[in-house]
């Protein structure tokens, strides 16, 4: 067995001579920016029912994603990024199901039928992974070239309906520019 000594390619490139700098969010320092929101479960929402939580810029890189939910009787909701529906850059206005760019990017199947304790939700699903979150968003996501504007990010209902609702839900994204 071997004593390894692996080095990031964030370190590799401070120890570099001269020192490369990493860029603020893709390994170097970068300010944080916060930004939350929450909705109130309707009773009887049905599968593909949508709650837009958050709106993010396109090119920012998420750091965390924390969410919660209060006792929704019954309900399982999908964590995702959808277009923003504010009109700009031939954007719709409506939230449609072509507004979504992956309807579970950042978590699946999140039952909500009990409270739900803030829960990092950031790779619930498997999709958006470490090297990806030093990645602009709309590259992680895999589009192939950055749409300007914003996202917003969606919990939309998924296999079980809300039965009783009423309860809060949110969520509270954590970015760099």
Same mark, same amino acid.
């Given at each position: 067995?071997?004593?390894?000594?692996?080095?990031?390619?964030?370190?590799?490139?401070?120890?570099?001579?001269?020192?490369?700098?990493?860029?603020?969010?893709?390994?170097?320092?970068?300010?944080?920016?916060?930004?939350?929101?929450?909705?109130?479960?309707?009773?009887?929402?049905?599968?593909?029912?949508?709650?837009?939580?958050?709106?993010?810029?396109?090119?920012?890189?998420?750091?965390?994603?924390?969410?919660?939910?209060?006792? *929704?009787?019954?309900?399982?909701?999908?964590?995702?990024?959808?277009?923003?529906?504010?009109?700009?850059?031939?954007?719709? /206005?409506?939230?449609?199901?072509?507004?979504? #760019?992956? *309807?579970?990017?950042?978590?699946?199947? #999140?039952?909500?039928?009990?409270?739900?304790? #803030?829960?990092?939700?950031?790779?619930?699903?498997?999709?958006? /992974?470490?090297?990806?979150?030093?990645?602009?968003?709309?590259?992680?996501?895999?589009?192939?070239?950055?749409?300007?504007?914003?996202?917003?990010?969606?919990?939309?209902?998924?296999?079980?309906?809300?039965?009783?609702?009423?309860?809060?839900?949110?969520?509270?994204?954590?970015?760099?520019?």
């Amino acid at each position: 067995m071997a004593v390894d000594h692996v080095k990031s390619s964030f370190i590799t490139n401070a120890d570099a001579s001269p020192a490369v700098a990493n860029t603020a969010g893709e390994g170097g320092p970068g300010v944080l920016k916060s930004v939350e929101g929450s909705a109130v479960a309707i009773a009887s929402s049905s599968a593909d029912a949508t709650y837009q939580l958050v709106r993010i810029p396109s090119n920012c890189k998420v750091k965390s994603l924390l969410f919660e939910s209060a006792a *929704q009787g019954a309900g399982k909701f999908d964590l995702g990024l959808y277009y923003a529906t504010d009109g700009e850059g031939g954007k719709p /206005t409506a939230l449609l199901a072509a507004a979504a #760019i992956d *309807q579970d990017f950042f978590a699946a199947v #999140i039952d909500c039928a009990s409270a739900v304790a #803030i829960t990092e939700a950031v790779n619930q699903s498997g999709s958006y /992974t470490i090297d990806e979150r030093t990645q602009p968003i709309w590259q992680a996501v895999g589009l192939t070239s950055d749409p300007g504007g914003y996202f917003d990010i969606v919990a939309t209902v998924k296999t079980t309906a809300v039965t009783t609702g009423t309860g809060r839900l949110g969520v509270r994204c954590t970015y760099t520019d």
